[in-house]
């Protein structure tokens, strides 16, 4: 029998604001949780026509293992291939993440931008959304 208690299913609230989507992810992170979550942000994302994504997953919690990292970024930069080819949107993600959700390495970004993925991690939100912006 497995005990759950301490841990949280992920969350994920996305809200739009100039455009932009504003994702909220909370829990605990697990990579198939984390592809669910961004196949619902991307549905958001074409649902609004968004040209940018605030993900803000400070509230996140684990310690992804660099194998995760590495599927999360393959999956994340093949999905949204598909979705720019259907919707024929360009779209720049912004990951505000604090360690050890967010590898110093950024491995994960690494992955998904060799992938044509316009994406970058931050551990402060407002440099996120400047580099969003510019």
Known sequence: MSDNIGT???QLT???EGGIVRAVAAGAFALDEAKEQFVRLLDAVAEHQAVAVLFDGRELMGEPQAIERFFY???AAAAYARHRV???LST????????PVLDPRRYGESVA???GME???FDDIAVALAWLRA
Not at 92 to 99: D, G, M, P, T
């Open 8 to 10: 949280m299913k992920m």
């Open 14 to 16: 996305t809200s739009v």
């Open 73 to 75: 970024g393959e999956f």
């Open 86 to 88: 259907i919707h024929g």
């Open 92 to 99: 720049r993600f912004a990951y505000v993440l604090k360690e």
């Open 113 to 115: 931008a060799s992938q």
């Open 119 to 121: 994406v970058k991690a």
